[in-house]
């Protein structure tokens, strides 16, 4: 970015939720700030206002969240006030999934940019919504899928694209850890406002399989419902492609004792392979020693706002995660619930 851009410029940005993602993404904002980025944080909106006395749970991660000083900031437990009142260059939206379509429509209709963290949307119809609002508003709209700004899945992208290896054979995908209690009315265990598992976080590992390999052709899913009301909170599938490569992702939320929360993969290669666990990633060429990459050491979550406060900032269209392409991550994730409602059948996964 430009010097020039830094002096003319300053973002000001509403965040519109403070559970534990928009917690995450407030110590990003902050972080920002103290490098000299030109943005600030300027408003926070949540309906539970004793979250602004640090009234908060855990989540998942391991990112730890200290106590947050609000005082710098205009606090609302009220969307539509904070978008009336505020003139904002970014809406930060972390909200349940169910909300997501419509706060982020009012938002582009008032005249800001928005990030929107992931799943998009419960339907691909509110996700494709969302993105006729972006393009007839003329606002710039992000999905915060974070995997595709996690330096190690940013890796595996590079080598997708590049065939430094050839092309891939097969690929192996899971995320899994303790079930997610600490949401506020219990969203997360309630199908109709998070999509289950599958939908909430078994969506990272979808999005990361659209942006690497494209649409599939068609996918088979087996799921279980362990609580009641959630949805599917074990999910397996199977993706098929025109050339044959073997696909696969599992999710479970349903881990309980000292298991803590995982994210891997494995792909293969014609000439190589890539193996991500316990988060160390591995290069493993069929020639040659295996070694592990120099990566960068920030996570997706910091590097994601920066891009897209970057692409708001130089007025240029974001590419990474574009509303159009996580579109398709939603048509996937529909197509494998109705499939695991099937018992696995073979569903077509349709533009």
Known sequence: MSDNVREQRLLKVGLIGIGFMGRVHLTQYARLEREGFPIRLVAVCDKDTLKFQNRFVEGNLNESIEKIDFSPYRLYSEIDEMLETEELDIVDIALPTDLHADVAIRALSKGNHVLCEKPMALSSADAIRMVEASEMYGRSLMIAQCLRFWPAY???KTCVSDSRYGQPLAGSFFRGGTTPVWSSDNWMLLEERSGGS??????????????????????????????????????????????????????????????????????????????????????????GAGFQPDLDE??????????????????????????????????????????????????????
């Open 198 to 287: 599958l939908l909430d976080q078994h969506v990272h590992d979808v999005d990361m399989i659209n942006w690497l390999f494209g649409l599939p052709e068609s996918v088979s899913s087996l799921g279980k419902n362990v609580y009641p009301g959630s949805g599917f909170d074990i999910v397996s599938t199977h993706y098929r492609y025109p050339d044959g490569k073997v696909i696969l992702a599992q999710d479970d939320w349903t881990l309980q004792g000292d298991y803590g929360f995982e994210m891997r993969f494995r792909v293969n290669f014609e000439r190589g392979n890539l193996v991500f666990e316990r988060n160390v990633l591995t290069d493993n060429p069929a020639e």
């Open 154 to 156: 940013e890796y595996l």
């Open 298 to 351: 920030d996570l997706g979550f910091y590097r994601e706002i920066r891009y897209f406060a970057e692409c708001v900032l130089e007025n240029r269209p974001v590419e990474r995660s574009h509303p159009a392409a996580i579109v398709d991550t939603i048509r996937i994730a529909a197509a494998e619930r109705l499939s695991a409602s099937m018992k696995g059948d073979w569903v077509s996964v349709m533009r």
